[in-house]
């Protein structure tokens, strides 16, 4: 299953974005997805993420700004992003596995690694 994150850009700070993971087949096979911030240098870290049942976990950072959604039917996990900050700059990516934890998502299966797309880059400036 392939991932891909779209709708990253450049948005003035108080602004809106909202992306798209969208999976090549089956996200509803994923238990867990989750959307994650890298910046250069910096190691990937957690934004939020949503299980199968619809449980939600987000940092606080992300709380009360930022929600994620999933539609199995259309394959797809959104996070709709607001009141966005220069601190929100960043390349965005999606992953899923069986669980999210604070720096990536994980199969129980050996080798162990989740399924991860393409980033998507989003610029929050005047």
């Known amino acids: 299953v392939q991932l891909q994150a779209y709708g990253g850009g450049l948005v003035q700070p108080g602004g809106s974005l909202r992306l798209s993971c969208v999976a090549s087949?089956?996200?509803?096979?994923?238990?867990?997805v989750g959307w994650y911030y890298q910046t250069p240098g910096k190691q990937r870290n957690l934004v939020a993420h949503i299980t199968s049942g619809g449980s939600t976990t987000y940092t606080d950072a992300a709380k009360g700004r930022f929600t994620i959604s999933r539609d199995n039917a259309r394959n797809t996990v959104d996070l709709q992003m607001t009141s966005l900050k220069p601190e929100d700059t960043a390349v965005y990516f999606c992953?899923?596995?069986?669980?999210?934890?604070?720096?990536?998502?994980?199969?129980?299966?050996?080798?162990?690694?989740?399924?991860w797309g393409q980033g998507t880059q989003v610029t929050v400036s005047s």
């Open positions: 087949e089956g996200i509803g096979s994923f238990n867990d």
């Open positions: 992953g899923a596995g069986d669980y999210c934890t604070s720096n990536g998502c994980w199969r129980y299966k050996s080798p162990g690694l989740g399924s």
